[in-house]
């Protein structure tokens, strides 16, 4: 079936700009999480959903940083006036269990510029 | 704060060597994860053990876990070219979500 998608594949900004990123997960499953990949660096987590439960908003970086999952399937990451520092890849990945007791089925990503 | 860390941080060996990642972490895991990534984008799953696991094996792929050490080993017998790409262990933390290593880079040269 098909597999965790999001879009757009590449995006480039002016600094100031709000942003909005897309995942939508594979069919069925229940937990969706949101990293960021600096370049040459480690997965850097940010944001967690699980069914209906309140998310895991732990490691988002700051208060511009937002995401939401509507009717427990898509799921939309808005970043409010772009810095620099924000360009990354911004990768989503969902699985049938919750709590990483799963396989994690990653996305391709969305490479985020910063001009 | 990173829960897993690689070692080394880059690899590079020839073609039908095998190739060996070292993985620490320091909290007490559920399981432990490797992924792969190339090019930067999406990564893919590899294999997962778990806590009460001490080895595992997935066709040219061997994991080993040592909970009394916290650390893990991913070894890739009679490597090739495709295998190039960084290589990720991940822990479930605290707070039951995957926290990711820096990763190591494997180059296999022709």
């Known amino acids: 079936g098909a597999g965790v998608s999001q879009s757009p594949s590449n995006k480039v900004t002016e600094k100031g700009k709000d942003v909005e990123l897309r995942c939508d997960p594979i069919?069925?499953?229940?937990?969706l999480y949101w990293y960021r990949q600096s370049l040459g660096q480690g997965l850097e987590f940010l944001i967690y959903?699980?069914?209906?439960?309140?998310?895991?908003k732990s490691g988002l970086p700051s208060d511009r940083f937002s995401a939401e999952r509507t009717g427990g399937s898509v799921s939309t990451l808005t970043i409010q006036r772009t810095q620099q520092e924000d360009s990354a890849v911004y990768l989503c990945?969902?699985?049938?269990?919750?709590?990483?007791?799963?396989?994690?089925?990653f996305g391709p990503g969305t490479r985020l510029t910063v001009l | 704060s990173q829960q897993g860390e690689e070692d080394p941080q880059a690899l590079s060996i020839q073609e039908g060597e095998n190739a060996t990642m070292n993985c620490s972490y320091k909290?007490?895991?559920?399981?432990l994860q490797w992924y792969r990534q190339n090019s930067g984008r999406g990564l893919v799953h590899l294999i997962l053990i778990r806590s009460n696991e001490r080895e595992k094996h997935s066709g040219r792929l061997r994991v080993t876990l040592d909970t009394s050490k916290k650390s893990s080993s991913l070894l890739i017998t009679a490597s090739r070219a495709a295998d190039t790409a960084s290589y990720f262990c991940?822990?479930?933390?605290?707070?039951?979500?995957?926290?990711f290593g820096q990763g190591t880079r494997l180059t296999i040269n022709p």
């Open positions: 990945a969902s699985s049938w269990e919750a709590g990483g007791r799963d396989t994690q089925y």
């Open positions: 069919s069925g499953h229940t937990a």
């Open positions: 909290t007490s895991i559920n399981n």
């Open positions: 959903f699980q069914g209906n439960s309140a998310p895991d």
């Open positions: 991940a822990t479930v933390s605290r707070r039951q979500k995957l926290v």
